[in-house]
């Protein structure tokens, strides 16, 4: 094997574009996390030393990799001890909601950068001429709201279940907790889906979702810039 491709300028160029934006996603997206739950009530993130923007305090290694080589990986979650909240269902749902609450508002302020910037830094034609800076902005925010969609999904242990099972009484919930680790077998299946199937489940309720998110807040955002010009 040939490990010079490993520091060639095209590979360097390409990791950049992923693992700097992923980075920062998962770190805004833990960080979220810990910091509604210690301002409901629960220490455990706090007292880990999870409530910080250091990547390395959210990282999964073998996540980092998938993310770099496969396109798909993981941050280190955040831990929770949902029997400090005052309300159980309530805590986690709005616990959970954090995350990706926070990627959406990180893709709205690093779209607006990304507009304002002149070029050849930013902005869609910096973008067509392979700028580096205005590649890592613009797949910052698509990657933010990528995992605020993926996250939303009503499926265990994604974020979306945690809200939707609050939805149910709270004995219902903890029986419905206990399921919570086989539906990362679901989540592998729609990720992968496209390597089995026609057609990827993955990208028709969670790539294109994304981008129309992406594409809707930066209208919104060219809209108001123009206001002010």
Known sequence: MDFTNFFSSNFLYD??????????????HELAHGYIAYRLGDNTAKDMGR???????HIDPIGLMMILFVGFGWAKPVPVNMNNFKNVRLGM?????????????????????FFLLPYPYGGIDALLDNNLLAGII??????????A?????????????KI??????QDFY?????????GMILVLLLVLSGRVLNFSVFEIIVIKPAWFLVDTISSLIEAAIGLFK
């Open 15 to 28: 990791a950049a574009l992923i693992a700097i934006p992923a980075l920062l996603c998962i770190t805004i």
């Open 51 to 57: 409530l910080t923007l250091n990547p390395i305090k």
């Open 93 to 113: 749902a709005a616990t959970s909601f954090a995350g990706p609450a926070s990627n959406i508002l990180l893709a709205t302020i690093v779209l607006l950068v």
């Open 138 to 147: 613009f797949r910052t925010a698509l990657l933010s709201v990528t995992l």
């Open 149 to 161: 969609v993926f996250n939303m999904l009503p499926i265990p242990p994604l974020d979306g279940s």
């Open 164 to 169: 939707f099972f609050s939805l149910f009484s």
């Open 174 to 182: 903890y029986k419905l907790l206990r399921y919570e680790r086989y």
